[in-house]
């Protein structure tokens, strides 16, 4: 068995296998022991693993002697906004937009925000020890020190009503929109919300059986969307994931927009209203150069941090910032939410487009002119070891150079697995194909192949 680990986004892996009921529970003993709290929310999406692993998270909490709030079926960003409504440390059972069989859990700390990794690590090492040693020390509580166990049905309304609220009293009413709800989280929210706005709603992928769940669905798979906004005559899609934590929004011809168009268009609009905070929108390092290009011709200041929206809401907070988000569609609007959350951009883009009488692609037209971009993953036997290749860096700094301000090259080991991920943006399809080669060969070279 291979011990699941916190990534860029919590602890994933295959349920029951990397991720099991002994693992969860042993996550759930550390993270009481690590976190000070008295009392922790959970909540899951709808894979069919999902009530196993809760299960077992919730009772190695409770084996610590804190007590537990089942909030069951919920977003992740639901989860997030009752953690910093209620002021409690919080988990979410999901593995995004992983297929079904995978899960995880995400872990929230007092406020709603995600944890620092220095806390991850602390967690990380108790669940060592408590996985070698379950009955070691420190002594497990008894009688009234055992933790509950309870279940919340109102925590979703709260979250229902908080989403309700986000347009400040206005409406959608003469907006027709196609929701993919990707069988997941949301399947139970978002037709509701939009059409309490007054929005005429077709909902589709909303039938969760525990299997179907981002399965040719959502915004891994925003194509089925756009034929149904096509088939439907709609004037927008909005595709999530599993956990409803991202966005891929359509128009009303099936252009797919991603997070840095909608990012841009949200950037421009703050902006344009005194509403930007700083004048500043924080991206990762993967956002498109043409994002940065359409900023900058608007005077609007871009910080860039690395990959995950814990390092953007990091950024936003340092600074006091108001806005981020990353090319996947996790977009945070610091003044409503800690985190990414796809109904809650889905609700504000689509009063975007009334509040200024126009459709999405009319209003995104042209905004970010995208450089070509291609991102692949070399394999490689130690790619821990990119950061002290000079052979690696010295290729880096000559191609930089080639291409001065008209591209861009990212090379990072990936977190979870054997690979150097490449990403390199290139005016010159020819150059970026170029370009892409030359390195993925050089890695594989420096770095070693995997072997088997």
């Keep these: 068995m291979t011990l699941a680990r916190f990534g860029t986004d919590g602890v994933r892996g295959l349920a029951n296998e990397e991720l099991t009921a002994d693992v969860a529970m042993a996550l759930g003993r550390a993270t009481a022991r690590v976190i000070p709290a008295t009392t922790f929310l959970i909540g899951r999406d709808t894979r ?24 069951g079926v919920i977003p992740t960003p639901g989860v997030a906004y009752l953690g910093e409504r209620r002021e409690l440390p919080a988990a979410v059972v999901s593995a995004s937009h992983n297929p079904f069989a995978d899960n ?33 020390p420190p002594r497990r509580p008894t ?36 929701l993919d709800c990707a069988n997941g989280a949301s399947s139970a929210f978002a037709p509701g919300v939009f059409r309490s706005l007054g929005a005429r709603v077709t909902a ?18 925003p194509d089925k969307v756009a034929n149904a906004v096509v088939a439907g005559g709609a004037d927008l899609g909005l595709a999530f994931d599993g956990d409803a934590d991202r966005l ?10 991603d997070g840095d168009t909608l990012l841009a268009l949200f950037a421009i609009d703050l902006a344009a209203h005194g509403r930007l905070a700083g004048n500043t929108v924080v991206v990762t390092v993967m956002t498109n150069l043409g994002f940065r290009r359409a900023m900058a011709e608007r005077d609007i200041a871009v910080r860039e941090t690395s990959v995950g929206d814990r390092h953007v809401l990091a950024a936003i907070d340092a600074e006091g910032l108001s ?112 370009i892409v ?11 070693g192949p995997v072997t088997h």
């Design 143 to 178: 009688g009234h020190g055992v933790g509950r166990i309870s279940v919340d049905e109102r925590g979703p309304d709260e979250y229902r009503v908080h989403l309700e609220s986000s347009l400040e009293g206005r409406r959608l009413d003469g907006l027709h929109v196609v």
């Design 104 to 136: 995880g859990i995400k872990v929230f700390g007092t406020g709603g925000s995600k944890l620092p990794l220095a806390t991850e690590a602390a967690i990380e090492a108790a669940m060592d020890a408590i996985l070698a040693d379950p009955d070691g």
């Design 48 to 71: 069919r693993s999902g009530t196993l692993i809760q299960a077992a998270l919730a009772a190695g909490l409770a084996t610590e002697g804190a007590d537990v709030i089942d909030l």
């Design 248 to 257: 891929v929004a359509v128009d009303h011809t099936g252009a797919i927009a």
């Design 323 to 434: 806005l981020g988000g990353e090319q996947s569609g996790h977009i945070i609007f610091r003044q409503r939410a800690t985190t990414g959350d796809g109904m809650l951009t889905g609700l504000i883009l689509a009063d975007l487009l009334l509040r200024h009488g126009a459709s999405l692609a009319a209003l995104s037209d042209g905004v970010v002119v995208r450089v070509p971009q291609r991102l692949v993953n070399v394999a490689a036997a130690n790619p821990g070891r990119l950061a002290e290749c000079p052979q690696i860096w010295e290729a880096v700094a000559e191609i930089e150079d080639e291409l001065g301000d008209a591209g861009r090259v990212l090379l990072r080991p990936s977190g979870t697995e054997p690979l150097v991920r490449i990403m390199v943006e290139a005016s010159d399809p020819d150059q970026l194909d170029a």
């Design 437 to 447: 080669e030359r390195l993925s060969v050089l890695v594989r070279e420096v770095l």
């Design 204 to 221: 589709i992928s909303c039938e969760p059986d525990g299997a179907n769940i981002n399965d040719g669905c959502g915004s891994t798979s």
